[in-house]
């Protein structure tokens, strides 16, 4: 079956590094999304990930890795605004997201 | 950038009544539209899947016709849920995904529906 595996919950201090863990088993692969969602709003596009490596795009970088079906989110310089819940997805082949139940990330002063 | 305009926002209704959420893409083709809800504190979770001009596929354990949906044209993509009961009530969300979407899909503001 297909499915996607992150934390629930996580917490940080304002100004300090967070890596957000997902692994996914999916059939077939067309990349990997990660989205940010505030409460009672719709989710937004953070970053998209298909080969391996490393993309940084500002303070938040995403990781990826085919072989052991892995993924990371970093942020960085944490602000208050960035407390929210991220959400991972695996598109598979037939380009269907498959999401992860998401990670609630709670960023403390 | 793409665009998805989701409306209404937010709407209460009495049970037993019909209540159509509409979305509209607004700079781009919308070839296909994903409708999604979700409670409180879980992830999203696909309801159906419409492609402009053809019938929409519904996940298993979604009642086709309890939640209408309508794909006439590649600008818009409409949700009706008729004969509402409080356990309808929960954040409706679409998501469309056309020529401009590169990176996969771009999703609408959501619809906070409140069944009484």
């Known amino acids: 079956g297909q499915n996607i595996d992150q934390p629930t919950e996580m917490t940080a201090t304002e100004g300090a590094i967070v890596q957000i863990n997902c692994t996914y088993q999916?059939?077939?692969?067309?990349?990997l999304f990660w989205y940010q969602q505030h409460a009672g709003e719709a989710p937004t596009f953070l970053s998209y990930n298909v080969l391996d490596g490393l993309e940084e795009k500002g303070r938040f970088s995403s990781f990826l890795s085919r072989s052991k079906g892995y993924s990371y989110l970093l942020l960085k310089e944490l602000q208050m605004k960035d407390s929210a819940s991220y959400l991972c997805a695996a598109m598979d082949s037939n380009y269907q997201l498959i999401w992860g139940a998401g990670t609630k990330l709670i960023i403390k002063p | 950038g793409a665009v998805v305009s989701q409306h209404p926002s937010r709407v209460i209704c009495k049970s037993g009544t019909s209540v159509k959420i509409e979305c509209r893409s607004l700079d781009f083709q919308a070839t296909t539209m994903f409708w999604y809800r979700q409670f409180p504190k879980q992830s999203l979770m696909l309801m159906a899947t419409?492609?402009?001009?053809?019938?929409?596929?519904?996940e298993q354990g979604v009642e086709k016709d309890k939640f209408l949906i309508n794909h006439a044209s590649l600008t818009l993509s409409t949700l009706t849920v008729t004969s509402a009961h409080p356990e309808d009530s929960s954040f409706y969300i679409c998501s469309a995904r056309g020529e401009l979407t590169a990176y996969g899909y771009t999703f609408g503001s959501g619809t906070r529906l409140t069944v009484v």
């Open positions: 999916t059939s077939g692969f067309n990349g």
């Open positions: 419409s492609n402009e001009g053809s019938k929409a596929t519904y």
